[in-house]
């Protein structure tokens, strides 16, 4: 089945600065990567995907990329503020529809914002 | 939180004895799914259903029951709980398998 490995477990960064948490993934078929962001206490929240056709998504301070060749892909937070520390997860589908049911997760990356 | 509501949000139980875990959504969405969240695992699927009385099994499945016999809810059942099921669970929506979930705040569960 699909393995999803997430790197670094913990990851700590001075506010104003970048942070980038990267994935990696075994199945070629995956097509549907999405990242989570998750508050202490609650759940998981989307924060950004991206499929297969794509290379690269923004959204404001947030990018995905991806490379299907190498099997990676990346999280990119720029300008980085004290409410973006949480606990991050990325996952990839290996079910040809992109279905939810298909998802594997990564086991997160802790961020932590520095003042 | 997407019209999630978890209960309870909080259980401590014994080891052997039934536990019902309840996810209720507002949103009239056909999919439901069941993930429970561990230290250094990350969220595995336990169970997902795609429409009233249609279930089927994730990842990690033994031990778990689903029930579905209306759109809103999606009951999670511990048979006989043990120590291993001590985790948080969470409930997950989506309207279309090709979009993203919509997670439930949780339910911390003890097997003492």
């Known amino acids: 089945g699909e393995n999803v490995e997430q790197h670094p477990s913990t990851l700590s960064v001075q506010e104003g600065d970048s942070a980038v948490i990267k994935c990696t993934y075994s199945d070629s078929a995956s097509n549907y990567f999405p990242w989570y962001k998750q508050e202490l206490g609650k759940g998981p929240q989307l924060i950004i995907d991206?499929?297969?056709?794509?290379g690269e998504k923004k959204d404001q301070r947030i990018a995905v990329t991806l490379n299907k060749t190498a099997k990676h892909f990346s999280l990119h937070i720029t300008e980085t503020q004290p409410e973006d520390s949480a606990v991050y997860f990325c996952?990839?589908?290996?079910?040809?529809?992109?279905?939810?049911?298909?998802?594997?997760f990564g086991k997160g990356t802790h961020l932590i914002i520095q003042p | 939180d997407a019209g999630i509501t978890q209960s309870p949000r909080h259980k401590v139980t014994e080891t052997g004895t039934p536990v019902t875990l309840r996810c209720h959504q507002t949103e009239n969405h056909r999919y439901m799914y069941w993930y429970r969240q561990d230290p250094g695992h990350g969220l595995r699927l336990i169970h997902y259903s795609y429409g009233v009385k249609d279930t089927d099994k994730g990842e990690v499945s033994d031990g778990y029951s689903v029930s579905r016999s209306k759109t809103e809810d999606f009951l999670l059942t511990l048979e006989s709980a043990t120590s291993s099921q001590t985790s948080v669970y969470f409930c997950a929506i989506t309207s279309d398998r090709l979009q993203a979930l919509h997670f439930g705040n949780g339910t911390r569960l003890t097997v003492t």
């Open positions: 991206i499929r297969s056709n794509v």
């Open positions: 996952a990839a589908s290996k079910d040809s529809g992109g279905g939810a049911d298909g998802l594997t």
